[in-house]
């Protein structure tokens, strides 16, 4: 019987056991992406981009908790950093109506037998529809990682951003604040038309890809931090430094976690 | 199911005999073209075959991948992959022939309709004016049969020029691929294959004529399972150029 990966320190032994008592996944996704609205320093610095489209996470069956990632590999045509985790949405904000509809929280994860409540560090804004705004300011009242409420942060966003165009708000978050656990309230100055969301992740990889080349990073995987993912994770792709339209492949295998 | 569990499991079963490193030499001998279709942002090129697993001998129930190693001529990304012929389409007529789904495989204890990248490959190159296409695909999640937005052909494409699939918002593979067929062009000629994608492995050659090694007992913690008959081929990203692949599987024989 495969030992527990969230209760136990994982081995290689362990990854093989349960890949040959469950079976492992192994999936090919991809698609097209288009250009996006380049960020200002104002919000986020670096240019982001949320592949339209996550990756879902097949059912387990019976003695299966879930999947751990020992492997995932991304790989876009023009350099730039590509991130890739599991996605919560945390809230979201209808621009026409300045209204705000809340989200999940950050989830509870068992981690070498240990409950852990996570936080996103990589936490974005993300124009899921194409907003008209003139420079809006977006305001996000949050719950930090330490399970504080009321601080917030209030990232200035380009001109009518494009769809799927996503900010970084790590660097705007308060004083002392390194990440979100949820989203309590988010309002914009302006704006005629759009949607943004808040999505935070827990990151599966983080890849760097010069034109021709991919860097493959496992660094994140199987003795790195095991996020057991469930049929209702999603993974989520996001390409950063870079504002051009690019295709995106990727890979991952997973691993069955028993129960 | 398998029952090679541990490290030691893999090493005994070498130390038996059931083992074998398959070389593989295989050459993309001229150069293809940029894109399939409009939509297409980068090239993808297809090799040839580079393995294809035997029949299984006596107290052998797969075949393992533990290593790959590749080594090119020239950098770029490689994806070693298993491909499944989910049909084709030659676009005279047109006339689309129908292949297989994406396999039903027990994943987690569950058994499930999986997904992937479907790839285009031009496998008799394209006319001058070929029109567009559409294609009608089932998607990752399952969902009725839905039709892709029309996409220009690029003009006069060559053999082995890839590309994958343009699908709909939202969706980043399919299951199977129900049809297709192509409209418009001028007397078009140029058959398609769609290949549904199962990656086994990514690999970078950072400079031409590097090696590149991938583990895949201790970096995938689940060498890939081959059985009887299945096919490998390598998926070039990002280049055109001619190029020659060298490399070899390193396959170690599953037991019941």
Redesign the interface.
């Given at each position: 019987m495969a030992p527990n990966f969230a209760s136990s320190t994982p081995t290689?032994?362990a990854?093989?056991?349960a890949?040959?008592?469950?079976?492992?996944?192994?999936?090919?996704?991809?698609?097209?992406g288009s250009s996006s609205t380049a960020a200002l320093a104002t919000c986020g610095s670096v240019s982001c981009y949320r592949?339209?489209?996550?990756?879902?996470i097949?059912?387990?069956?019976?003695?299966?908790a879930?999947?751990v990632f020992?492997?995932m590999?991304t790989?876009t045509?023009d350099p730039c950093i590509m991130l890739a985790g599991i996605e919560y949405e945390l809230g979201s904000l209808t621009v026409s109506t300045n209204t705000f509809s809340a989200g999940s929280s950050m989830p509870t994860e068992t981690i070498r037998g240990v409950s852990v409540q996570t936080a996103a560090a990589f936490c974005f804004a993300v124009c899921t529809v194409a907003v008209t705004a003139t420079t809006p300011t977006l305001t996000i009242t949050y719950t930090d990682q330490d399970g504080n409420t009321g601080n917030s942060c209030a990232p200035v966003l380009p001109t009518s951003p494009l769809i799927d165009t996503a900010f970084f708000l790590q660097p705007h978050l308060a004083n002392g604040d390194t990440a979100m656990r949820a989203v309590t309230n988010m309002s914009i100055s302006t704006g005629s038309a759009g949607t943004i969301r808040v999505f935070g992740l827990l990151p599966l990889t983080i890849s760097h890809n010069t034109?021709?080349?991919?860097?493959?990073s496992?660094m994140l995987?199987?003795f790195g931090p095991d996020y057991i993912s469930t049929t209702s994770d999603k993974i989520a792709v996001y390409r950063v430094t870079s504002a051009t339209?690019?295709?995106f492949?990727g890979?991952y295998?997973?691993?069955?976690d028993p129960t | 199911?398998?029952?090679?569990?541990?490290?030691n499991?893999y090493v005994a079963r070498i130390g038996n005999g059931y083992f074998t490193e398959a070389h593989f030499s295989v050459e993309v001998d001229a150069a293809t073209s940029s894109t399939v279709h409009s939509?297409?942002?980068?090239p993808i090129q297809k090799t040839p075959l580079v393995y294809k697993a035997p029949s299984l001998p006596s107290g052998v129930t797969g075949y393992r991948i533990t290593n790959t190693s590749i080594h090119s001529s020239s950098?770029?990304?490689f994806?070693l992959?298993r491909l499944f012929d989910m049909g084709s389409l030659d676009i005279s007529t047109p006339s689309f022939t129908d292949g297989s789904a994406f396999p039903t495989?027990?994943?987690?204890?569950?058994?499930?309709a999986?997904?992937?990248?479907c790839l285009m490959e031009v496998t008799t190159a394209l006319s001058g004016t070929p029109g567009s296409f559409t294609v009608t695909y089932v998607d990752?999640?399952g969902n009725s049969s839905e039709t892709t937005a029309s996409t220009a052909f690029a003009a006069s494409s060559a053999a082995r020029t890839c590309a994958?699939v343009?699908?709909n918002?939202?969706?980043?593979?399919v299951r199977d691929i129900t049809s297709a067929t192509r409209t418009g062009g001028t007397t078009p000629t140029g058959v398609i294959k769609f290949w549904g994608?199962?990656?086994?492995s990514?690999?970078?050659v950072?400079t031409a004529g590097q090696y590149a090694n991938r583990n895949h007992?201790?970096?995938?913690?689940?060498p890939?399972l081959l059985a009887a008959n299945d096919e490998l081929y390598i998926l070039v990203?990002?280049?055109t150029s001619a190029r020659n692949v060298h490399g070899t599987l390193f396959i170690v024989g599953d037991q019941a």
């Open positions: 290689i032994n990854g093989l056991v890949e040959a008592q469950n079976g492992a996944l192994h999936r090919s996704f991809g698609r097209r592949m339209p489209g996550t990756v879902p097949p059912s387990p069956g019976s003695g299966v879930g999947f020992p492997t590999n790989w045509e034109s021709s080349q991919m860097f493959a496992d995987g199987f339209a690019s295709d492949i890979m295998t997973g691993l069955p | 199911m398998a029952s090679l569990r541990s490290v499991d939509g297409q942002l980068f950098q770029t990304t994806m992959a495989v027990t994943e987690g204890n569950a058994s499930n999986t997904y992937g990248i990752q999640d994958w343009p699908l918002a939202g969706d980043v593979g994608v199962e990656p086994l990514m690999f970078a950072v007992l201790m970096m995938n913690i689940a890939p990203f990002g280049s």
